[in-house]
């Protein structure tokens, strides 16, 4: 099983417009961040994990066509506004695409994206919708799902399972509950939203981060959706070994 992270940055992705870099070295190409979104795949199955708008980039420098499923952890624009370019995985399928998100996330989406998801005249639905349900499997990879914190809404706490393997998918909370802290136990891999340095109100800092990594002791962990405070180098010489900064592109196999 293989994760790849198609985006690692946070809303406003890096460099933000103006071209403001903040404290990331714009001669690094591994701090130009779009926006969140993950790609796990197995020999025969592939799911994406949000749609963000930056999703059409993403899926042509990943070499993706199709995927077997999308699952969404939230509805917040930055990891849902890239799902009308998901017409053209629609196109290459030649049926709709499969997807998958907790009931109120489904209801939002399928209320602003209705258009994709119930077609209208001389359109077909290029979506479908299902409730992401608690366990499911998905081609030859199992997926849990837990509820997290985030702000006043919840996300999606995702793990996905194949072959005796464990990968944690973990953005966009502010809380460490029970149910997740079993989610994230066991991991050969895990991808945490760690927005920057300084405490933020809906999403983790890096301190908190490496407090959870230090007691769910994943045997790696790659950081993302952050902002341009969180400079690639800087965080190379900063994290204890075995917790990397993600960045677009970046591919780990587990």
Not at 48 to 55: A, G, K, N, V
């Amino acid at each position: 099983m293989k994760i790849r992270i198609l985006g690692s940055g946070t809303s406003s992705g890096v460099p933000r417009i103006g071209n403001d870099w903040g404290n990331c070295d714009p001669h690094e190409p591994k701090n130009r961040r779009t926006r969140a979104s993950m790609l796990v795949s197995s020999a025969t199955t592939r799911i994406l994990i949000d749609t963000s708008p930056d999703m059409r980039e993403q899926l042509l420098s990943a070499r993706v066509e199709t995927v077997d499923a999308v699952i969404w952890t939230h509805d917040h624009a930055d990891h849902c506004h890239g799902l009308d370019d998901l017409r053209q995985v629609f196109h290459a399928l030649g049926h709709p695409v499969r997807g998958l998100a907790r009931s109120a996330t489904a209801e939002r989406l399928t209320d602003r994206f209705s258009y994709a998801f119930s077609g209208r005249p001389g359109y077909r639905p290029t979506v479908s919708m299902e409730t992401l349900p608690d366990t499911l499997t998905i081609g030859d990879i199992t997926i849990r799902a837990v509820d997290q914190p985030h702000g006043n809404i919840l996300s999606s706490g995702l793990r996905f399972e194949h072959g005796g393997n464990r990968i944690g998918y973990a953005t966009d909370f502010n809380e460490m509950t029970p149910d997740m802290e079993r989610l994230y136990q066991g991991l050969d891999i895990w991808i945490v939203d760690a927005l920057r340095r300084k405490p933020h109100p809906t999403h983790p800092h890096l301190a908190q981060v490496l407090e959870w990594v230090k007691r769910f002791k994943p045997n790696r962990t790659a950081l993302m959706h952050m902002d341009n405070s969180m400079d690639y180098a800087a965080l190379i010489h900063e994290l204890p070994r075995g917790v990397v900064p993600g960045y677009d592109g970046l591919e780990i196999t587990a």
